[in-house]
């Protein structure tokens, strides 16, 4: 059967992108299909410079958020990665399953690696080895399908790679995944600046929608998006990045296609006013249900800590499988 399994890390205010991206699909869609499991991946967070007080603050909002945006506890699992120690098991596994060459390619090492060295601070080395521990997240739970952003989709490539190496080496243990990520919306860029991803670790400006943003500021930052300087609207990522961006976001708040989209519109002030006004509608009830939530710390922690027990008792089992068909004694 299917499974799902991703997660979202406690490294800034969670974003659209983050929204768009991957989070409104495992509420809407994902949860609902089949058995699925969602994660507040708190040890990725320590693979950057961090502040230990404020990963513990944005664990929290982090968990909060994943309810206040439909996740059912319920209905899917909800917990955070620390509490399941089956993760970082696993990750030394499959740590003498990968190559050091393989973690140098991956795009996210390169970009996050070139930003800690400028800001002067060295490059953990968990920052190299990240996808690995990703990896470990996603085999624990055999999952099927991982639900994520386009950035994304190079680490569950390694991943898929990691899980057919070692069952060719030690025998079937793990389910081979696949990601998938959403029509539209896969990519959301700063607004600010369309050749960036939006991101919720960056620097924060008036290029990044957080979801907890006043509706004032969610308005002004939609509306002062950089497009370019051509006349009229129409659909090109390559050429048309800031228009596209703006194209994209619409469309995946109504449900029309940015083509179609792009032939209805003759103005970008027009379209960035519908695109301000959609936003802030798609963001009004997850700002209220939030707040209802946020008003009661017990019940995020009394769901974190149910669906950690649910998570371990899925993740033990292959875990351990996995240790023994790597030729590890298991204690008698
Ligand atoms: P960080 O800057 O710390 O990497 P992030 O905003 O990239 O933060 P992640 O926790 O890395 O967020 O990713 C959580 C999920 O959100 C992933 O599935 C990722 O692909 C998706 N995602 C992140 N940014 C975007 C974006 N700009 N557009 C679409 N999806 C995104
Ligand atoms: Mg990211």
Not at 163 to 175: D, E, K, L
Not at 228 to 246: C, F, T
């Amino acid at each position: 059967g299917t499974r799902i399994f991703s997660g979202v890390k406690p490294t800034g205010h969670l974003t659209l992108g983050n929204h768009l991206g991957a989070m409104r699909r495992w509420a809407e869609v994902d949860q609902h299909r089949a058995e699925s499991l969602f994660c507040v991946v708190d040890l990725h967070a320590l693979t950057v410079e961090h502040d230990p007080a404020r990963v513990r603050r944005l664990s929290r909002q982090t968990a909060g958020l994943l309810l206040a945006s439909g996740l059912d506890p319920e209905v899917c699992t909800v917990f955070a990665q620390s509490h399941v120690d089956e993760h970082a098991r696993l990750m030394y596994l499959l740590e003498c399953v990968a190559t050091d060459g393989e973690m140098r390619r991956m795009i996210q090492y390169k970009e996050k690696s070139a930003r800690a060295r400028t800001s002067g601070q060295g490059v953990r080395l968990s920052l190299l080895t990240y996808p690995v521990l990703m990896a470990a997240d996603i085999l624990a739970y055999g999952a099927t399908e991982v639900p994520v952003g386009e950035d994304q989709t190079q680490h569950v490539e390694l991943t898929r790679d990691l899980a057919v190496r070692f069952n060719q080496r030690y025998g079937h243990t793990f389910v081979v995944p696949r990601a998938t990520v959403p029509a539209v919306a896969a990519r959301v860029m700063d607004l600010q600046d369309p050749s960036a991803k939006m991101g919720k670790s960056h620097a924060a400006t008036s290029g990044i929608v957080y979801l907890l943003d006043e509706p004032d500021a969610v308005a002004r930052k939609v509306r002062r998006a950089v497009t370019d300087g051509e006349p009229g609207v129409s659909y090109d990522r390559e050429a048309r990045p800031g228009v596209a961006n703006l194209l994209e976001i619409l469309s995946a708040c109504t449900g029309e296609e940015p083509g179609a989209l792009a032939e209805r519109y003759d103005g970008i002030g027009v379209l960035k006013a519908d695109t301000a006004d959609a936003v802030v509608e798609l963001l009004r009830p997850l700002r209220a249900r939030h707040a209802e939530i946020s008003a009661d710390p017990a019940y995020v922690d009394g769901v974190l800590r149910e669906g950690a027990a649910r998570a371990r008792a899925l993740a033990r089992p292959t875990v351990d499988a996995a240790y023994e068909a790597m030729g590890l004694l298991r204690p008698a």
